[in-house]
Each structure stands twice: as structure tokens, then as C-alpha cells.
């Protein structure tokens, strides 16, 4: 996402031409696109994207059986 947003940011300011943007090969301006294309595709490819979504699901789900278990008063004690 990170260099999506470099992108965008040097393709506008490339387009305005403005310093020190506008004195750049195009190379350079696209260039964030195309390592945003390849990130994206390793974290497919390497599963990384699905591990993230499903340690997303898991904090949910706890936190969910804590709440339901706090409301019930069944949590543990803390220790002291």
C-alpha cells in the first residue's frame, strides 16, 4: 500500500512539475507502481495475505469468547 501511495504522490507531482519531481526520468515516477505489483503478487503467491486475514479472524473470535465470558463472570482472576 505504502508504495501505491508513493506513486500516486510522485505521479501528481511529476504531472504539476514540480521540483524535484519534474526533473526525473518517468522510469522513476512508475517505477513505486510496478514494486506495488510485485509485492502484491509474493503476498499472494506466498500466502502471506491469507495469514494475515485469518490471524485477523482469530483475535475477533477471542475477543468475542472474552467479552461473552466476562458478561458471564467467568473469566480467570488476575494475578496479583
Known amino acids: 500500500m505504502y508504495f501505491l501511495f508513493i506513486g500516486l504522490v510522485a505521479l501528481v507531482l511529476k ?3 514540480i521540483d ?3 526533473a ?3 522510469w522513476f515516477v512508475l517505477l513505486p507502481f510496478a ?4 509485492w502484491w503478487a509474493w503476498a499472494d ?5 491469507k495469514r494475515r486475514e485469518v490471524d485477523k479472524m482469530e ?3 477471542q475477543h468475542r469468547i472474552d467479552k ?3 458478561a458471564m ?4 482472576k488476575k494475578k496479583r
Open 15 to 17: 504531472y504539476l512539475e
Open 24 to 26: 526525473l526520468s518517468w
Open 68 to 70: 461473552q465470558r466476562a
Open 59 to 61: 483475535q475477533r473470535k
Open 45 to 49: 503467491a506466498s500466502g502471506y495475505t
Open 73 to 76: 463472570g467467568m473469566l480467570p
Open 35 to 38: 514494486l506495488a505489483a510485485v
Open 20 to 22: 524535484p519531481v519534474a
